[in-house]
């Protein structure tokens, strides 16, 4: 069984910037095969698709935050980034790591605030 362990989240004013960790841990598992996303949830709203890595390295990003948010990796710590720069009130949410190929992953998830 695999899981993922997000960190890295908190409290920062706009314009900040914060970096997000997930690593995966467990066995049976090739992390360099997966394609690694970030998501995110506000209240009352839906899980969104924030930023993707592929195992072939290809990176992928929702528009509203290209420019300002990096995913990164690093397959010999089976761990993906998120580095969040420029930060907006509306980046405020719940950010989640999935790691998925031919199984579906998900962490549990690391708080964002984004204070105005």
């Known amino acids: 069984q695999v899981q993922l362990v997000e960190s890295g989240g908190g409290l920062v004013q706009a314009g900040g910037s914060l970096k997000l960790s997930c690593a995966a841990s467990?066995?049976?598992?090739?992390?360099?095969?997966?394609?690694m996303g970030w998501y995110r949830q506000a209240p009352g709203k839906q899980r969104e698709l924030v930023a993707s890595s592929t195992s072939g390295g290809v990176t992928d990003y929702a528009d509203s935050v290209k420019g300002r948010f990096t995913v990164s990796r690093d397959n010999a710590k089976n761990t993906v980034y998120l580095q969040m720069n420029s930060l907006k009130p509306e980046d405020t949410a719940v950010y989640y790591c999935?790691?998925?190929?031919?199984?579906?992953?998900w962490g549990q998830g690391t708080q964002v605030t984004v204070s105005s």
């Open positions: 467990g066995s049976g598992f090739i992390f360099r095969i997966y394609t």
């Open positions: 999935r790691m998925f190929w031919r199984n579906d992953y």
